[in-house]
């Protein structure tokens, strides 16, 4: 099955504390992303890779690091977690997403609740 | 700069009725357009999308949205709701000329009542 895998789904950590938290597909895609969801807000981008060994930063990177090493994972990296980063974090992935795949549709993880002590 | 509204933060609608969940973007551009759903403890998934041709796009679920220029709206419709439409909607754009940022709203609550 095609799909986005992300673990931990639920975590529950303390201030300082570093964290992983994995992305994966199985779908051969160039592109990935990781977006935060908070009430009020919608999803807001933190970091997106075009493909492996390519990185950029989206709208709301501070705090976070990412790598691409691989083309089927993008971890989420929180170096020292704080509380205005608990939050739920959603991984996801495309086809090519530049001038001429600009369309191309986004497949969702199911989501890792992280909350921050 | 590019940007999206979802003026509704919930919508309620009784079954059998037609639904419409609003949406209205800003780009410098020509815009690509989609919605996506996301159901309880799920990640979102892609409901349709405006690439270009016809302003009626036709998706997922029954659902469609109209895209106009004029207005610069592409709102969510379905003629007759379900119970189980019951979710969290997003609409997303992205300017085709501007790079690689996807803006997503801040989401409406769909609440269809039996």
């Known amino acids: 099955e095609a799909q986005v895998t992300q673990n931990p789904r639920y975590l529950i950590t303390v201030t300082g504390k570093k964290l992983t938290v994995t992305c994966s597909q199985n779908m051969n895609h160039e592109y990935m992303s990781w977006y935060r969801q908070d009430p009020g807000l919608g999803l807001r981008q933190i970091y997106y890779?075009?493909?492996?060994?390519?990185?950029d930063k989206g709208d709301v990177p501070e705090g976070y690091k990412v790598s691409r090493k691989e083309k089927r994972n993008f971890p989420l990296i929180l170096e020292s977690p704080s509380p205005n980063q608990t939050s739920l974090y959603f991984c996801?992935?495309?086809?090519?997403?530049?001038?001429?795949?600009?369309?191309?549709?986004?497949?969702f993880g199911a989501g890792s609740r992280l909350t921050v002590l | 700069a590019q940007s999206v509204a979802q003026p509704e933060d919930q919508v309620n609608v009784a079954e059998g009725n037609p639904l419409t969940v609003k949406c209205t973007y800003s780009v410098s551009g020509n815009p690509y357009l989609f919605w996506y759903v996301q159901y309880p403890n799920r990640g979102l998934q892609f409901l349709l999308k405006?690439?270009?041709?016809?302003?009626l796009v036709k998706g997922s679920y029954g659902f469609e949205a109209e895209f106009n220029k004029s207005q610069t709206s592409f709102h969510l419709k379905k003629p007759s709701a379900l119970v189980s439409d019951s979710a969290l909607y997003f609409c997303a754009v992205r300017d085709r000329n501007s790079g690689y940022a996807l803006n997503f709203g801040k989401g409406t609550s769909l609440l269809v009542t039996p």
């Open positions: 405006y690439i270009t041709g016809d302003n």
């Open positions: 890779s075009m493909n492996v060994e390519v990185t």
């Open positions: 996801a992935s495309s086809t090519e997403q530049g001038q001429v795949g600009g369309a191309n549709v986004l497949t």
